[in-house]
Nanobody
Framework: QVQLVESGGGLVQSGGSLRLSCVVS????????MGWYRQAPGKQRELVAR???????TYADSVKGRFTISRDNPKNMVYLQMTSLKPEDTAVYYC??????????????WGQGTQVTVSS
């Protein structure tokens, strides 16, 4: 019915950049808010960035000025441009979407995650 798939993760040196992508596929849904979360080993999952249907954005304090979230509604995609990466950014990054589905109603969906590793 609905699937979120992330891509773009990898290994990068401190100070480098990466762009993560997430595509929503399926049918019978409408996308409202989307966001990126991350989870490092031994830590709780945290919100990194969020973007509404009208493209209002919010960011975690730790990434403000370094990360940019954007979306392409006709393509059902959301992006996270990450610059000035730090070792503390190392985590599995998950795409999240608040979607309305004809059967399930309003609920969140999660991607499988993509690993981002920043070496010092």
């Amino acid at each position: 019915q609905v699937q979120l798939v992330e891509s773009g993760g990898g290994l990068v040196q401190s100070g480098g950049s990466l762009r993560l992508s997430c595509v929503v596929s399926g049918s019978g849904f409408s996308i409202y808010n989307m966001g990126w979360y991350r989870q490092a080993p031994g830590k709780q999952r945290e919100l990194v960035a969020r973007i509404t249907k009208t493209e209002t954005t919010t960011y975690a304090d730790s990434v403000k000025g370094r990360f940019t979230i954007s979306r392409d509604n006709p393509k059902n995609m959301v992006y996270l441009q990450m610059t000035s990466l730090k070792p503390e950014d190392t985590a599995v990054y998950y795409c999240n979407g608040l979607l309305y589905h004809l059967v399930s109603g309003l609920r969140t969906y999660w991607g499988q995650g993509t690993q981002v590793t920043v070496s010092s």
